[in-house]
């Protein structure tokens, strides 16, 4: 069975840092590429990041980039999602995603983040 | 303000058809599949259409997705209590190198 637990949401204060965690498992990780995709507080979903297989591909959504980072480790069946500079419109669920055929077929249950001071 | 474009409500009665519209782009929609993605208040979202039309293994087939120029559609027949959700449409845009979102679009079963 295919599953996704995202770790390491909290409350950070404006301009601290975060690191998301999203360990996979049921599936071959190492063969899939995984996005990051938020929502906030009664919004609608945005997609923020992802990484390909290898982790040689990456993108961003332009709300993120320079700030935020995302990385896997292959051998760990880990994605991650290094949060820096954060403001308050990064308040959000973040959801962690697996891409197959294009399409996000699993997302994890999602982890809360707070930015607030 | 969301690059596809959907209405924010939609309602219908039991039993009933209706259709959730997406309106996008040449660099997105236009160039690009379309996903439609279901989800319910407190829970993550769930695949319910990839590539414009298909439909991943146990989805009922009163769901159903099409696209034509740079809109797409997603038609619920035979309407259900159970399928009052958010629903949302998602493409590549290739303009932003990135995926998009539409607002989401809040079905009411009345």
């Known amino acids: 069975e295919v599953q996704l637990v995202e770790s390491g949401g909290g409350l950070v204060k404006p301009g601290g840092s975060l690191r998301l965690s999203c360990a996979a498992s049921?599936?071959?990780?190492?063969?899939?590429?995984m996005n990051w995709v938020r929502q906030a507080p009664g919004k609608g979903l945005e997609w923020v990041s992802a990484?390909?297989?290898?982790?040689?591909?990456?993108y961003y959504a332009d709300s993120v980039k320079g700030r935020f980072t995302i990385s896997r480790e292959n051998a760990k069946n880990s994605l991650y999602l290094q949060m820096n500079s954060l403001r308050a419109e990064d308040t959000a669920v973040y959801y962690c995603?697996?891409?197959?055929?294009?399409?996000?077929?699993?997302w994890g249950q999602g982890t809360l983040v707070t930015v607030s001071s | 303000q969301s690059v596809l474009t959907q209405p924010p409500s939609a309602s219908g009665t039991p039993g009933q058809r209706i259709t959730i519209s997406c309106s996008g782009s040449?660099?997105?929609?236009?160039?690009?599949?379309v996903y439609w993605y279901q989800q319910f208040p407190g829970t993550a979202p769930k695949l319910l259409i990839y590539?414009?039309?298909q439909r991943p293994s146990g989805v009922p087939d009163r769901f159903s997705g099409s696209k034509s120029g740079t809109s797409a559609s997603l038609a619920i027949s035979g309407l259900r209590s159970e399928d009052e959700a958010d629903y949302y449409c998602?493409?590549?845009?290739?303009?932003?190198?990135?995926?998009?979102f539409g607002g989401g679009t809040k079905l009411t079963v009345l």
């Open positions: 995603a697996r891409e197959f055929s294009e399409s996000f077929d699993y």
């Open positions: 049921g599936f071959t990780f190492g063969t899939h590429s």
């Open positions: 990484i390909g297989s290898s982790g040689s591909s990456i």
């Open positions: 040449s660099s997105n929609i236009g160039s690009n599949n």
């Open positions: 590539r414009n039309n």
């Open positions: 998602a493409a590549w845009d290739d303009s932003l190198s990135g995926r998009v």
